[in-house]
């Protein structure tokens, strides 16, 4: 299902997830002597740290207010919330 989300701290419409212990790969295009630009990356492995709103980092709590870490608990978090939509 698509998803509709709000945030409750700041109306932002996006959320993210934040892995841990995860490996990533870029490819380099450019580089400067202070940055570099990537191209396409990669990511392998890592744990579900949690599910958050982008523009303000406002972690994803379930009933007991603890942060949400899986797939499960998010889907019937934003279907409480009336967050997901049919395509």
Known sequence: MKIKFNCPACD???MEEILSDVTQASVIVEVEP???EYGEHSTDGGVIDRFQCVGCGWPILDDLNSEITTYEELYKW??????L???
């Open 12 to 14: 932002y419409d996006r």
């Open 34 to 36: 202070d940055c570099a």
């Open 78 to 83: 934003l279907e409480s919330n009336d967050m």
């Open 85 to 87: 939509i049919e395509e």
